[in-house]
């Protein structure tokens, strides 16, 4: 269901257009297990904005993510949110 994904879900920003999802699976090694990454891309240009959503296998998992706000991922200082719900659409 929907709804449980997003219990177990951040949302991550400001991240460089590079970051991949092996990359955002290391960042969080130590919180938890990561499920999915999906990236929200450019419609017209195919790039990704540097925002994904990451689900992870339990909720308590999402929550510790939290710890990651403002730590640093390529370089750059992120943002991890939990997801408020389905992941961000995609802009154009």
């Known amino acids: 269901r ?13 991240m460089g257009w590079w970051t991949s999802d092996v990359a955002l699976e290391q960042f969080f090694d130590s919180i938890g297990t990561v499920v999915s990454v999906k990236f929200a891309e450019d419609k017209t240009s195919g790039k990704s904005q540097g925002t994904a ?25 992120v943002v991890v949110i939990l997801a408020a719900g389905p992941p961000p659409p995609d802009h154009g």
């Open 2 to 14: 929907n709804g449980r994904q997003v219990e177990r879900s951040v949302v991550v920003r400001e």
């Open 53 to 77: 959503t990451v689900e992870f296998t339990d909720t308590e998992a999402a929550v510790r993510a939290l710890e990651k706000n403002h730590g640093e991922l390529g370089g750059k200082s």
